[in-house]
């Protein structure tokens, strides 16, 4: 129905930036807000941020909303999240999700539907 795909990550050096990409497929017009969470290994996963199209509010993790911006293309279903300043605490498996209109908070996990599979990022010192 819908599917996501990820892309972008890497390997980069502390202090590097990075940009990641996702697309959504599918029936993508049902599609209310997309964002990007991130499980390292050992933890669970964790919300990073959020773009819901109907007006573009956007919401970010305390822990890295001065260092990342997640923007997008409405038409295309088509979000980018730019990390800046990496380092090595950033280092997790980057999952895009897309879920439809619900009354849950945005940085819930069960907010969303549908995933992708991942894109690895990795910051060495």
């Known amino acids: 129905q819908v599917r996501l795909g990820e892309s972008g990550g890497g390997l980069v050096q502390t202090g590097d930036s990075l940009r990641l990409s996702c697309s959504a497929s599918?029936?993508?017009?049902?599609?209310?807000?997309m964002g990007w969470f991130r499980q390292a290994p050992g933890k669970e996963r964790e919300f990073v941020a959020v773009?819901?199209?109907?007006?573009?509010?956007?919401l970010y993790a305390d822990s890295v909303k001065d260092r990342v911006t997640i923007t997008g293309d409405n038409a295309k279903k088509t979000v980018y999240l730019q990390l800046e300043s990496l380092r090595s605490e950033d280092t997790a498996v980057y999952f895009c999700a897309a879920g439809l209109k619900t009354l849950r908070s945005y940085r819930q996990r069960v907010a969303y539907q549908y995933w992708g599979q991942g894109t690895q990022v990795t910051v060495s010192p």
């Open positions: 773009i819901v199209w109907d007006g573009g509010n956007t």
């Open positions: 599918g029936r993508t017009v049902s599609i209310n807000h």
